[in-house]
């Protein structure tokens, strides 16, 4: 039996260009989109307030009261996160060198 010296465990799939930009603006426009609202809603708590901050708070329709949830979740997501990504490494290392 051969032993696999070098283990790569990411799957490589050769996709058009046209499918890895799109996908590409797409990503970029939703963490976009994300940033924006963890800024609000950060800038809120802290209490900074500006005209053009309140109206894209009012137009994406959030809700002030949510913000020490929001905050809660990202806090959790921060911390589980890596975490997971952590043993789904070790995890999948293991299955390479067995």
């Given at each position: 039996m051969k032993k696999q010296t070098n283990f790569d465990?990411?799957?490589?799939?050769?996709?058009?260009?046209?499918?890895?930009?799109?996908?590409?603006?797409?990503l970029v426009a939703l963490w976009a989109f994300v940033a924006?609202?963890?800024?609000?809603?950060?800038?809120?708590?802290?209490?900074i307030y500006s005209d053009s901050l309140v109206s894209i708070y009012l137009l994406l329709n959030l809700t002030p009261h949510a913000n020490n949830?929001?905050?809660i979740l990202i806090g959790c997501?921060?911390?589980?996160?890596p975490i997971y990504c952590i043993y789904r490494w070790i995890h999948i290392k293991k299955e390479g060198h067995a």
């Open positions: 465990p990411v799957i490589r799939h050769q996709t058009g260009h046209v499918s890895h930009l799109a996908r590409i603006i797409i924006l609202v963890v800024f609000m809603n950060v800038a809120f708590k802290m209490g949830g929001f905050l997501l921060l911390i589980i996160v």
